[in-house]
């Protein structure tokens, strides 16, 4: 071979190499820059650790100086004042009424007075009256306890503990105790407080079988299951001064009560719960004032055993669970109490039917029952329209030879109604404005009564959220 062949041949090939000497390069390049770049990553990453062990430590020393300024606060005694913050609130109330007969007057036939007039039924004045008006204070205790109290002004210008007590918190396993004075569980309405009724006045069933409200002092056990379904179990029990219970000098429980409540969802628009509950009582002595049947001023007395069984069912609808545009709530109540023991009434003047001041007494037993069903419907947001029928049967007494049930008027037997139509207007979620009707048989056959509210209800402060 030539000379010249031989060298372009090895030329040819040196420039065929080229190409792979530079691709050879550029990935040796590119293995550099990556090389570098792990290695500045790794040294960020190890400073960021360097700085979250700084900040913890950091944390650390702040909590346990926290904690030594706070126990010495505590150690240093009254002389300085504690970080006390609670939450404070009020509720206002007040109504414009008309009655076509006098309120003072207002009795249900058929059922012993449960409490004081100004406390319980229909308005119980003409024109402009102030309702309860309740305070409350509520805070944390301390990690374990809550308290409550709740201050309520009645329309007779009395001021009343209506609740004080604590509950635990985080006590586990879904079990709560709560002590002192407070509304008992039982049925759906009891707990909740009258400014967030859905009427301006309670059930007819609430008033003639716990006074409108039950309220227990003493103890609660409350248990809620662990399940996807609401399943709520309880226990009361404490003293029974307050109706249907009675004024009794004794150690010990006057009054025991238990509750269960289910509930759950139907779809994403409907929620209901349902629940029994059953009230236990022995009053020593609980007393109304009357007349007999010779309208002669007279007390009378019962001593004995009260027995009320109650059972309480809510559904309510809003469109996918949003109720601030529409909703609907169904709401009832069914109670059935049985009632045994001695009656006495005493006459304070004159002898009649009871015998004068020396009184008689008399054994007495009594079944009765009653019910209300009502209905609220937000037709728009802000507004709702409702309606609510109470229905009661008080039973026919049974005496022993030496009364009888014409000596005691207010204890014949009836079967007590009312109808009530109700349209509120909810100018925020702190006030509403409320226009009511209703047509109340309860004070016996001839005497129906046409009532009509208006009423207003704010919150003030603090506000916790209502019960379901």
């Known amino acids: 071979m030539k000379p010249v062949s031989l060298f372009a041949l090895a030329a040819a090939g040196a420039l065929g190499a080229l190409p792979a000497l530079a691709a050879d390069a550029g990935l040796q390049a590119l293995r550099e ?19 979250l062990v700084q900040a913890e430590a950091t944390s650390t020393q702040a909590r346990v100086a926290a904690d030594q300024a706070a126990n010495q606060t505590t150690r240093a005694g009254e002389g300085k004042a504690n970080a006390f913050n609670p939450e404070i609130g009020l509720n206002l109330q007040g109504a414009l009424t008309k009655t076509t007969r006098d309120p003072a007057t207002w ?3 058929g059922f012993v007075p449960p409490g004081e ?5 229909p308005p119980r004045r003409r024109g402009f009256t102030a309702q309860e008006t309740e305070l409350t204070v509520a805070a944390n205790v301390d990690p374990n306890f809550r308290g409550y109290l709740n201050l309520a002004l009645t329309p007779g210008n009395a001021v009343e503990l209506e609740e004080a007590y604590f509950h635990t918190l985080g006590l586990g396993a879904g079990l709560t105790v709560k002590g002192g004075r407070f509304l008992s569980g039982i049925g759906y309405q009891n707990e909740i407080h009258p400014h967030a009724w859905d009427f301006a006045d309670a059930p007819l069933a609430y008033t003639a079988f716990v006074g409108n409200k039950l309220t227990a002092e003493g103890l609660q056990l409350k248990w809620l299951a662990p399940t996807e379904s609401f399943l709520e179990l309880g226990l009361e029990a404490g003293r029974d001064n307050s109706f249907p219970g009675g004024a009794r000098n004794k150690g010990g429980s006057g009054l025991g009560a238990a509750f269960a409540h289910i509930g759950g969802d139907v779809g994403a628009s409907s929620s209901w719960r349902g629940g029994l509950s059953y009230i236990a009582t022995r009053p020593g002595a609980r007393s109304y004032a009357g007349v007999d049947a010779s309208g002669l001023a007279t007390t009378v007395s019962f001593a004995g055993d009260s027995r009320t069984a109650v059972a309480d069912f809510v559904w309510k609808w809003a469109p996918d669970g949003n109720a601030k545009e529409r909703s609907f709530k169904l709401q009832g109540e069914y109670f059935h109490r049985t009632e045994d023991g001695r009656l006495s009434c005493v006459e304070r003047d004159t002898s009649g039917a009871c015998g004068g001041a020396a009184g008689r007494a008399d054994s007495y037993r009594s079944t009765q029952s009653g019910y209300y069903l009502q209905g609220v419907w937000q037709f728009m947001p802000r507004w709702r329209l409702g309606y609510r029928h109470d229905r009661l049967d008080s039973g026919t007494p049974s005496f022993g030879p030496t009364l009888v049930a014409t000596d005691l008027p207010q204890l014949a037997s009836w079967k007590p109604q009312r109808n009530t139509l109700m349209a509120d207007y909810a100018t925020s979620e702190f006030a509403r404005l409320r226009f009511q009707l209703a047509r109340d048989s309860s004070r016996g056959a001839g005497l129906a009564d046409n009532q009509v509210w208006l009423q207003y209800v704010m919150s003030l ?8």
């Open 33 to 51: 820059e990556i090389a570098q770049m792990r290695k500045s990553y790794e040294q960020r990453i190890e400073a960021l650790e360097k700085r």
């Open 107 to 109: 009795t249900m036939r």
């Open 117 to 121: 007039p100004d406390e319980i039924g």
């Open 461 to 468: 402060g603090a506000h916790g959220a209502h019960k379901f």
